[in-house]
Nanobody
Framework: QVQLVESGGGLVQTGGSLKLSCAAS????????LGWDRQVPGNQRELVAR???????NYADSVIGRFFISRDYAKDTVYLHMHNLKPDDTAVYYC???????????????WGQGTQVTVSS
């Protein structure tokens, strides 16, 4: 099974910084990518940042230059470093993992339980 446990959300003022962490447990699976999505109530969940297994990172246009994704491969932990936060960044942030079971070719998606990030103006 795959489990994702997030931490690090909270309340911060505009211009502040936060760091989110997500520890993955993945017995029997390979991690094809790890990343972060976010969702505001009433809106669709959107990609924030994604880090592929070969180290390529993709970001939403709205966070480029402010958010940075990193991974500790030894700990299977992914981090989202968020700087210069804006009220529009307020959302529930979900850790995302794309995995593949050993010996299989199809991929599956998992999300964590979510962590709230609130940016006050």
């Amino acid at each position: 099974q795959v489990q994702l446990v997030e931490s690090g959300g909270g309340l911060v003022q505009t211009g502040g910084s936060l760091k989110l962490s997500c520890a993955a447990s993945r017995s029997g699976f390979t991690l094809e990518s790890l990343g972060w999505d976010r969702q505001v109530p009433g809106n669709q969940r959107e990609l924030v940042a994604r880090l592929s297994g070969d180290g390529n990172a993709n970001y939403a246009d709205s966070v480029i230059g402010r958010f940075f994704i990193s991974r500790d491969y030894a700990k299977d932990t992914v981090y989202l470093h968020m700087h210069n936060l804006k009220p529009d960044d307020t959302a529930v942030y979900y850790c995302h993992a794309e995995v593949r079971r050993y010996g299989r070719t199809n991929r599956q998606n998992y999300w964590g339980q979510g962590t709230q990030v609130t940016v006050s103006s």
